[in-house]
């Protein structure tokens, strides 16, 4: 086995665990970054792996797979993004918290919207990422928001910890959290808590595409998602 294809699969590995920058995955193998770059963009050509914002996560290839999430929960949550798909034409997702990030474990329809031209850092710079941190306990909470200076991918995503503590507190009262163009222009998305019988991290079930195409029904969209995380 080259030592090429050795970095590559011990980095797939890392990423089965939890969303990981290139800093990080360069600091793990204990190689340059340009290098690790380099092989990630050829991972993401082939579809193994998917950049969210500064972070990277498995791909459609590699999630059939991924181990970390049971077998069953990876079935459930297939059935979950085609069924939503199927009713919305969005892409549809289920992701789960990964670490400081989100990992996706199932995807139906484009994933363009999943690689943003943007980088950025945090859960609460997406509405799935809002989903999921509305299901931590607060003390984990407050760490996640204790960040100074406060980062902002655009005018339009939250623009302190107070904003994220509204939009979590109105998901937690069963409202989806969404947004539109904060990480990409154009862009929405809406999303809920996908809640998993079996001791797990969060879950979410997000569908994203054109704002315009959300905003066409998005009535309709919140109910198909209501709908998903209900079954």
Known sequence: ??????????????LGGEALGVSEIARRLGVDKAGVSRM???????????????????????LAMVTADP???????????ARLHERTGLTSVVVRLAGEGGQPVAVAGPTGFLD???????????????ALLAQLPDAELDRRLAVTPWPQPSADAPADADAVRALIRAVRAGAP???????????????LPWPVVE??????????????????????????????VAR
């Open 40 to 62: 990630l963009g050829q991972l993401h050509a082939e579809g193994w792996v998917l950049r969210t914002g500064a972070r990277y996560v498995l791909g459609e290839r590699a």
């Open 177 to 191: 959290a969404e947004e539109r163009s904060w990480t990409l222009p154009g862009a929405g998305c809406i999303a």
């Open 1 to 14: 086995m080259t030592t090429s294809l050795l970095r590559g699969l011990r980095a797939l590995e890392m």
């Open 199 to 228: 001791p797990a991290p969060p879950y979410a079930v997000l569908a994203l595409g054109p704002a315009a195409d959300i905003d066409r029904d998005a009535d309709a969209v919140r109910q198909a998602l209501r709908d998903a």
């Open 71 to 81: 077998a069953e929960v990876r079935r459930r949550a297939a059935r979950v993004a």
């Open 116 to 130: 943003p031209e943007g980088p950025y850092e945090h859960l609460w710079c997406t509405a799935g990422g809002i």
